[in-house]
């Protein structure tokens, strides 16, 4: 906790797009299996997008197409594009940070992450 930072968070309206950023102050994030989460009010976080080691990226099957998960190598940032948005999106939105890799039913838990960040408010309006 307090390695990770994310930001990129806002208010938009259905339709939009947005971009969430996720720097490390620490470590290298090439070491790291990265990934998306996200929670909405009342509800438990959700997994959103991963990204491992070779750069093989996996996806909530509900997200596919909408969202896209990367990574700047050069800038040590992982990065997530929304488009598309719908209110459903509205969540605190995280990133998190593992160096082991998970079995596929795993990928998207959060109990495979040791570091998080933060979070980051992102708000769809109708």
């Known amino acids: 906790q307090g390695q990770l930072a994310a930001s990129g968070g806002g208010s938009v309206q259905a339709g939009g797009s947005l971009r969430l950023s996720c720097s490390a102050s620490r470590h290298t994030l090439n070491n790291f299996f990265m990934a998306w989460f996200r929670q909405a009010p009342g509800k438990g976080r959700e997994g959103v997008a991963r990204?491992?080691?070779?750069?093989?990226?996996y996806y909530a099957d509900s997200l596919k197409g909408r969202f896209t998960i990367s990574k700047d190598f050069a800038e040590n940032t992982l990065y997530l594009e929304m488009n598309n948005l719908v209110p459903e999106d509205t969540a605190v939105y995280f990133c998190?940070?593992?160096?082991?890799?998970?079995?596929?039913?795993?990928?998207?838990?959060?109990?495979?992450?040791?570091?998080w960040g933060q979070g980051t408010q992102v708000t769809v309006s109708a």
């Open positions: 990204i491992d080691l070779a750069g093989r990226i």
């Open positions: 998190a940070a593992d160096p082991r890799p998970a079995s596929v039913p795993e990928r998207l838990r959060p109990g495979s992450y040791q570091y």
